[in-house]
């Protein structure tokens, strides 16, 4: 078996979800002497309701860690990233690339854990780019699922995991479907089914009945039909409903969470769901059923699935039965058809009453010799051998320091290369695309105007640009647009900015030069920011008992004006009227830098003026 190496494992499920290979396999690599990094899963789709709860469990996990890196035991360490669950958007996958390999070459410096053996589970794009980034000694692709037809949204993982397996240096399988199809793009494939805890399991089977059956399965009616694992999409449900009609003298207990809706076995009273119990009970649950199923629905799915539990069943010596799966006709023509197949509800019935029957003591022991020949130890081991193989080939092929120094650079010339695609990139959405425009677009209000009792006009200060004096005029020149359309008698201007002179009062001047009669305007000049424009021109109108405005202002500052406004004087009709063609917004198609800057200083206004109160 492997010793002294340091693992990363890219795991297709969370370290705290039903037990299986893959925290087996890394679990017996790291009590072997490895270090182990074990990455939970990053997706193959993006996520649903269903995942709400294993979502939960990734935040605790990373609360409950340091910077969601935590140790499970000696030499075994968890990372729970949290990252955008979109694994096939480019910009999602360009953004988690950065979070996940800066926080994983971080841990990997602190702990010193170079140039590891990288094992995947998963052959998603961002599974690829980490393993590139990690500079690996072996590379391994365990390929357990057809993750294609798991799902419509899995499809598209076709074409990055067919480059996987091109780039790998060994490929395992569970299946022999698996075998031929990964075969095509890789020459160095073997088969490793997932295994049992053999000895876990002998220990318990061992222990005589003095250890009897959980107390949950001691209260069923005997005798009892027991299935371990999920109760998923490919659980065919309606499959074990009409069997269990047909045996009503026969308990089903189905130990697993249920990971679909189950309301076609719940309506049952003869199958009993005890849910999800701890991996460590399951030998002394498989120990209490009187024969094993596994009652999978055939699908393209299924047709490369071997089933992990087969092996626990007959490692309890247990008779097992099982529908039609491709991989269990394999197993009885490998080891002498243990397991009896029902194809019908009719016959997956007849075989089961056939198998509760008294067993043979020489039927039993087969079973038994059989799920030790496929123990998780022999499998390790058998893997471990071809790691080895291949960790020896490498070194009898070690490079020269000449070769490895050029290999170093073209690395370097890679990571510079991707640096500046992304700052093209970044450069062309934000500054040669409408993007930005997009993301203001909910800061602008606008609404026909109206008559009203008065023209409100928020001045800004240094405003947008920055500057003083900026943006002022164009406010004061839509407001007297208005005013001369005969849309309110009267104007109040807003601010409380000096820079030599008031800015309310070089408004008021220039709206005099433009033809507004001087005694048609009231000026408020305390106002030093825009909430306090909303509560003193607020005042204004109350004291006159004007309850109408036109509000100006520019457009992407309305938003804030008008959320000011209604939290100050609720009672008011305002009617927002911004500036149309604000200079400093000016734009074809991309943006400016000054205009990124004045976006994002609005939006983070609303977060602040939020924080207090004001809106």
Same mark, same amino acid.
């Given at each position: 078996m492997l010793r002294g190496r340091d693992i990363l494992c890219i795991s297709t499920?969370?370290?705290?979800?039903i037990w299986q290979g893959h925290q087996e396999i890394m679990a017996t690599l790291a009590a072997a002497?490895?270090?182990?990094?074990?990455?939970?899963?990053?997706g193959v789709r993006a996520p649903g309701l269903r995942d709400i709860g294993r979502l939960k469990q990734r935040l605790r996990n990373w609360q409950h860690s340091t910077k969601g890196f935590r140790q499970v035991a000696e030499n075994l360490f968890v990372y729970s990233p949290v990252?955008?669950?979109?694994? #096939?958007?480019?910009?999602?996958?360009?953004?988690?690339?950065?979070? &996940?390999?800066?926080?994983?070459?971080?841990?990997?410096?602190?702990?010193?854990?170079?140039?590891?053996?990288?094992?995947?589970?998963?052959?998603?794009? &961002?599974? %690829?780019?980490?393993?590139?980034?990690?500079d690996p000694l072996v590379t391994i692709y365990y390929c357990i699922d057809d993750f294609a037809s798991s799902s419509p949204q899995a499809r598209r993982i076709r074409a990055s995991e067919t480059q996987l397996l091109r780039d790998v240096n060994l490929v395992f399988v569970t299946s022999e479907k698996l075998r031929e199809r990964a075969a095509r793009?890789?020459? %160095?494939?073997?088969?490793?089914?997932?295994?049992?805890?053999?000895e876990q399991f002998e220990r318990i089977r061992a222990a005589g009945n003095g250890d009897g059956a959980p107390r949950d399965l001691q209260a069923l009616p005997r005798p009892v039909v027991g299935y371990v694992g999920g109760i998923h999409q490919w659980f065919d449900q309606e499959l074990l409903a009409a069997v269990a009609r047909r045996l009503p003298h026969v308990s089903f207990a189905l130990i697993g969470p249920a990971q679909t809706d189950v309301s076609?076995?719940?309506?049952?009273?003869?199958?009993? &769901?005890?849910?999800?119990?701890?991996?460590?009970?399951?030998p002394a649950y498989i120990k209490g059923f009187d024969v094993g199923i596994i009652s999978y629905r055939l699908t393209e799915y299924t047709a490369h699935v071997y089933p992990t539990k087969l092996n626990e069943y007959l490692a309890m010596g247990i008779p097992v039965v099982a529908t039609d799966l491709p991989e269990i006709r394999r197993f009885n023509a490998e080891h002498g058809e243990l397991v009896a197949i029902g194809r019908t509800a009719d016959e997956f019935a007849d075989v089961l009453q056939r198998s509760l029957q008294r067993q043979e003591p020489s039927a039993v022991q087969r079973r038994i010799a059989a799920a030790r020949r496929n123990s998780w130890h022999a499998r390790i081991d058998?893997?471990?051998?071809?790691?080895?193989?291949?960790?020896?080939?490498?070194?009898?092929?070690?490079?020269?320091?000449?070769t490895l120094l050029r290999r170093l650079y073209r690395a370097a010339k890679r990571r510079a290369a991707a640096t500046?695609?992304?700052?093209?990139?970044?450069?062309?959405?934000?500054f040669q695309s409408p993007f930005v425009w997009w993301t203001a677009e909910p800061l602008r209000m606008e609404q026909a105007p109206r008559r009203a009792e008065a023209i409100v006009v928020f001045a800004g200060g240094v405003g947008e640009s920055g500057k003083a004096g900026g943006g002022y005029q164009e406010r004061v020149k839509h407001a007297v647009d208005l005013y001369a359309q005969g849309l309110a008698p009267r104007m109040i201007f807003s601010s409380g900015y000096t820079f030599v002179f008031r800015e309310a009062e070089v408004m008021r001047d220039l709206a005099v030069t433009l033809g507004v009669p001087e005694e048609a305007i009231l000026l408020e000049t305390r106002a030093a920011n825009t909430h306090e424009n909303a509560a003193f021109v607020s005042a204004i109108l109350r004291d006159h008992g004007w309850r109408s405005a036109l509000l100006v202002s520019s457009p992407y500052h309305m938003r804030r004006a008008m959320l000011s406004l209604r939290r100050t004087a609720p009672e008011l009709a305002v009617t927002p009227s911004p500036v149309p063609h604000s200079q400093f917004y000016a734009h074809s198609?991309?943006?400016?830098?000054?205009?990124?800057?004045?976006? &994002?200083?609005? #939006?983070?206004?609303?977060?602040?003026?939020?924080?207090?109160?004001?809106?």
């Open positions: 499920i969370d370290w705290d979800f002497g490895n270090r182990v990094l074990f990455i939970e899963n990053t990252i955008l669950p979109f694994p #096939y958007s480019r910009l999602a996958r360009w953004m988690n690339r950065g979070l &996940l390999l800066r926080a994983i070459q971080r841990w990997m410096h602190a702990v010193g854990f170079r140039r590891p053996i990288v094992w995947t589970f998963l052959p998603t794009p &961002l599974a %690829r780019e980490i393993i590139r980034a990690v793009d890789n020459p %160095r494939v073997h088969v490793f089914p997932f295994g049992v805890s053999f076609a076995l719940s309506g049952c009273p003869n199958i009993h &769901l005890l849910n999800a119990r701890p991996h460590t009970d399951v058998a893997m471990s051998a071809l790691i080895e193989e291949r960790l020896r080939a490498s070194d009898a092929s070690a490079q020269r320091w000449d500046a695609l992304a700052a093209i990139l970044v450069y062309l959405v934000l198609k991309g943006a400016s830098l000054e205009q990124i800057r004045g976006i &994002l200083q609005e #939006y983070a206004s609303i977060v602040y003026y939020v924080l207090r109160g004001w809106i």
